[in-house]
């Protein structure tokens, strides 16, 4: 069955192309491998979605909407949780390499399918991570000031990239397992902040009276938006995944749990403990781990910070490529950044220039600016895939067996992409201007690319 778009088979590990004898063809070009379980997917996902956001989070929250913060907390989970369920069945549907991309082009064509490329490589993943990145030179900025230069930040920026382009080349295996190590390491002192804390809160900070006006909630959940997103991240890896109808949903699933129990938790936690100061912490966080620790709390958070932008990038770097590669697979870039290496077999031209291009955004771009456009285009790429999902099921889609089947019917997807609709709306014109441009751009690009090529076809 043909729809439109490649569907080339993807080996499992170890596989090798046999001719028609049946012999090994072992000159076939070097393919993909299906290594990724739930656990590495689960833990590359939930990697992309807590990055360092979560450590200022909490004040600039508490700051716009007091203890009632928890709210807009809430309007996320209700969003992620539709999304997730969304995610989950698109992605068991469509199993190939270019997650939110690949559902597009799959669902749509190959214009729309631009459009979500374009913005799933650069507003959610190169502008987050180079976002990230200057989080990240930020924070060591405190102990070390050299960081505060630019030729030294530079440096280092640089070094962190060419460190992770390494790793990732090399296997998809240690990508993976570096990937689930950081994420268990960043989220041990999350976690013993969330439960001692627990019993540190005074619960007259939590207190609040009266609903507070529906526009307000909706710009905190904005702000919010930004820590929830990145599951799609993961999903990139769609083409190297071992059973992805069973692996997809599950992973999906844990990683969405973990990242809202997470935060919820450390909203009220640090709400809790630091009541009106909460809004004024230049590092909420730290400041909730000293009141409840003593000074070597904020040491301990302030190494958790540069472990939690650690792990975002392990989980990034691991898949955001793949981005770039399906892209090129499917002709919508240089066929050359689909070139698989010969002895690791990974996307190694797409994973150089993904973090060739993030490295060169993160030196030239503010933290605030990379955020507004990673979130608002991020919206825009979610609306996509919800109504992607209403298409799939239309032309009953299922690249990979049964694929898992998400409940609510047409109102699942309809309710997601309504509130993502009503956050959109809170946010002033100039906030939207960016991600608006790349879609309008990325239309034209394609749509050209596309002319011309069913020109040369009909010739």
């Known amino acids: 069955m043909s729809f439109g778009v490649s569907q080339r088979a993807v080996p499992e590990t170890g596989s090798q192309p046999a001719d028609p004898s049946g012999v090994p063809d072992n000159t076939a070009a070097p393919h993909l491998q299906r290594v990724i379980g739930v656990t590495g997917l689960g833990f590359a996902s939930f990697n992309s979605i807590v990055g360092s956001g979560i450590f200022a989070l909490p004040g600039m929250v508490a700051a716009l909407m007091g203890p009632s913060a928890i709210l807009a907390y809430l309007v996320c989970a209700v969003l992620v949780t539709l999304m997730g369920l969304c995610f989950a069945e698109v992605g068991s549907r469509v199993t190939e390499s270019g997650g939110v991309y690949a559902y597009g082009r799959v669902a749509f064509g190959p214009v729309v399918g631009g459009i979500a490329g374009t913005l799933l ?24 000031p050299i960081f505060e230069q630019s030729a030294p930040r530079m440096l280092f920026l640089a070094g962190l990239f060419t460190l992770l382009a390494v790793v990732n080349i090399r296997g998809t295996r240690l990508g993976a397992r570096f ?18 804390g627990a019993f540190a809160i005074h619960p007259q900070n939590l207190h609040w009276s009266g609903m507070p006006p529906l526009k307000l909630i909706g710009q905190g959940a904005v702000l919010v938006f930004f820590v929830f997103m990145g599951v799609e991240s993961g999903l990139s890896a769609s083409g190297e995944v071992a ?4 692996t997809i949903p599950r992973a999906v699933a844990l990683a969405l749990t973990l990242t809202a129990a997470l935060y919820i938790g450390l909203q009220l936690v640090s709400q809790g403990v630091l009541g009106p100061d909460l809004a004024t912490a230049k590092a909420p966080l730290a400041a909730a781990a000293t009141a409840v620790f003593g000074p070597w709390g904020g040491r301990l958070l302030w190494a958790a910070g540069v472990l939690s932008a650690t792990g975002y990038f392990a989980g990034d770097a691991l898949c955001s490529p793949r981005i770039v590669y399906a892209l090129a697979e499917a002709g919508q870039l240089p066929r050359k950044l689909s070139a698989v290496h010969p002895r690791f077999g990974t996307p190694a031209v ?81 906030e939207l201007a960016a991600a608006t441009g790349l879609v309008l751009v990325s239309a034209v690009v394609y749509w050209f690319i596309e002319h011309k090529r069913a020109e040369q076809v009909n010739r």
Do not use: H
């Open 121 to 144: 490589w650069s507003a959610n993943s190169v502008f987050a991570a180079a976002a990230v990145a200057n989080f990240l030179a930020d924070t060591l900025a405190v102990p070390w």
């Open 179 to 196: 990937s689930v190590a950081t994420a268990v390491i960043k989220l041990v002192p999350l976690v013993v902040l969330m439960v001692a």
């Open 243 to 246: 059973n992805p109808a069973r």
């Open 350 to 430: 797409a994973i150089v220039v993904y973090l060739l291009t993030c490295f060169l955004v993160s030196v030239s771009g503010s933290f605030r600016q990379l955020l507004i456009i990673s979130s608002s285009g991020t919206l825009l790429l979610y609306i996509i895939c919800c109504l992607g999902l209403l298409r799939l099921r239309a032309r009953n889609i299922a690249m990979a067996g049964e694929p898992f089947r998400a409940p609510g019917g047409t109102l699942l997807p309809l309710a997601a992409a309504a509130i993502m609709v009503w956050m959109l709306t809170t946010l002033e014109w100039k």
